[in-house]
């Protein structure tokens, strides 16, 4: 089996891409496997609404299949799973979308679920997802900090959102583990769970385990 694992970053931000890099790269050379990010640079400039991610679902299926002769796997690194289900119908080898790889892994490090949103126009189509995935039920919250993408890893601008909005979870809603839920937040994650105290997930770290774990 080929030893390359592709991390599809579906939006055209670099800035996202690294972070998504840096949160795979404690992985790399496990097994043998390497991981390549790559940015779709016709992609959206970040995927917020509904109609990002069904841009990019075609774009993310396609890519998918064009390379999966040359792939141990494939890791869609955006928290809304676009084109996930699509590619899967014809993907001969395991596609991990990075949404349902984050709250797996979080309803196996709590009981009680909060998810941090890069928006507000995004949480409903997020709940949509969970109940389709069976998850609902474990999630008690979910709060958004209403920054771009690319402003979304970036300290200065984040990591007091990312935090105050973990707290409204944890002493709210009641949330016992929360979820990172957009890959730009990825290198901040560290310092979120130190301010909060609890775990903190960050999805494409899960779906790396995840692929691995499969393969």
């Not at 089996?1 to 579906?10: G, K, L, Q, S």
């Not at 890519?63 to 590619?87: K, M, N, T």
């Not at 998810?115 to 709940?127: D, F, G, L, Y």
């Amino acid at each position: 089996m080929p030893a390359t694992i592709f991390v599809i970053n579906p939006n055209s931000l670099r800035l996202a891409t690294a972070a998504i890099a840096q949160a795979v790269a404690p992985f790399e050379g496990r097994a043998g496997r390497h991981f390549e990010c790559v940015t779709f640079e016709n992609g959206p400039p970040g995927i917020v609404t509904l109609r990002d991610a069904e841009r990019a679902a075609p774009l993310v299926a396609d890519f998918i299949e064009s390379r999966q002769a040359w792939a141990a796997g494939f890791i869609v690194a955006c928290y809304s799973d676009p084109g996930v289900l699509a590619a899967r119908e014809s993907a001969t080898v395991p596609v991990v979308g990075i949404g349902e790889a984050s709250l797996e892994q979080a309803c196996e490090a709590g009981r009680r679920v909060g998810v941090i949103a890069i928006s507000s126009k995004a949480i409903e189509r997020h709940w949509r997802s969970y109940r389709a995935w069976g998850f609902a039920p474990h999630i008690v919250g979910e709060r958004a900090i209403d920054l771009a993408v690319d402003e979304s890893g970036d300290e200065a601008l984040a990591l007091s959102s990312l935090v105050q909005a973990g707290r409204d979870l944890r002493d709210i809603d009641g949330a016992d583990v929360i979820v990172l839920g957009c890959a730009g937040m990825a290198t901040l994650r560290d310092k979120v769970g130190q301010a909060l105290g609890m775990p903190v997930i960050e999805p494409c770290a899960a779906a790396a385990g995840k692929l691995l774990g499969l393969l």
